[in-house]
């Protein structure tokens, strides 16, 4: 099946600075992909939607500028938290969808902890 | 507006006695259903879907669940739960592309007493 990879799985960073977060579809072409948070014992909140090549689409109240979403190739998104702070926090999940089928996989998460 | 509601927070049964779980959505047109299930600290994993035809559909491990037009509903039930079901599960809707917005549920935590 579809495989979604996420880099890294845990990740700690200080205030004010800035963390990465890959998503990688390993074994197909990914034409979607979705940023998704969730916070502890709550449910997936998406954040924004990116299309590979073009401007990503955030949610509301989502901040773009705080929240950048790249979707260069066609197998690769990243999610950039910019100035994290404390509340930054959270689980952070991604999922990628080829348009095959009506389905999207997803990623084992990034666990960020902002201290 | 699209909405998924998971009624049962937290749910407890005994180990091989039956299951089920709540689920019902606000959707504009006809939706696309999922089931998934979370471990704690793990990503998700789809136990199963429905897009059209038979609307009782079957999932991976044992587990299956039952669309109702006329109730809104999409319940997942199992016949015999096991002590590795206990998890969180998030019922889902979407559109009708792979690219639609998938909108989850609040998810109801299941524990298995032994």
């Known amino acids: 099946g579809a495989v979604v990879s996420q880099h890294p799985s845990r990740v700690i960073c200080k205030s004010g600075t800035s963390v990465k977060i890959e998503c990688r579809s390993l074994?197909?072409?990914?034409?979607?992909m979705f940023w998704y948070r969730q916070f502890p014992k709550k449910s997936l909140m998406l954040m924004a939607t990116?299309?590979?090549?073009?401007?990503?689409?955030?949610e509301q109240g989502v901040e773009k500028d705080k929240f950048l979403i790249n979707h260069a190739s066609l197998t690769l998104s990243t999610l950039t938290v910019t100035s994290a702070h404390p509340e930054d926090s959270s689980f952070y999940i991604c999922?990628?969808?080829?348009?095959?089928?009506?389905?999207?996989?997803f990623g084992p998460g990034t666990r960020l902890t902002v201290t | 507006a699209q909405s998924v509601t998971q009624p049962d927070i937290h749910i407890t049964v005994s180990e091989g006695a039956s299951l089920e779980l709540r689920c019902n959505y606000s959707?504009?047109?006809?939706?696309?259903l999922f089931w998934y299930v979370q471990s704690p600290g793990q990503g998700l994993q789809l136990l199963l879907k429905?897009?059209?035809?038979?609307?009782l559909v079957q999932g991976i491990k044992g587990f299956e669940a039952e669309f109702k037009r006329s109730q809104s509903s999409f319940n997942l039930r199992k016949p015999s739960v096991h002590w590795s079901d206990a998890a969180e599960y998030f019922c889902?809707?979407?559109?009708?592309?792979?690219?639609?917005?998938?909108?989850f549920g609040s998810g109801t935590r299941l524990s298995i007493r032994p």
């Open positions: 990116s299309n590979e090549g073009s401007k990503a689409t955030y």
């Open positions: 074994d197909f072409q990914a034409t979607t």
């Open positions: 429905y897009f059209s035809g038979d609307t």
């Open positions: 999922s990628a969808t080829s348009g095959a089928d009506y389905e999207q996989y």
């Open positions: 959707y504009g047109a006809t939706p696309y």
């Open positions: 889902a809707v979407g559109g009708y592309s792979s690219a639609s917005k998938i909108i």
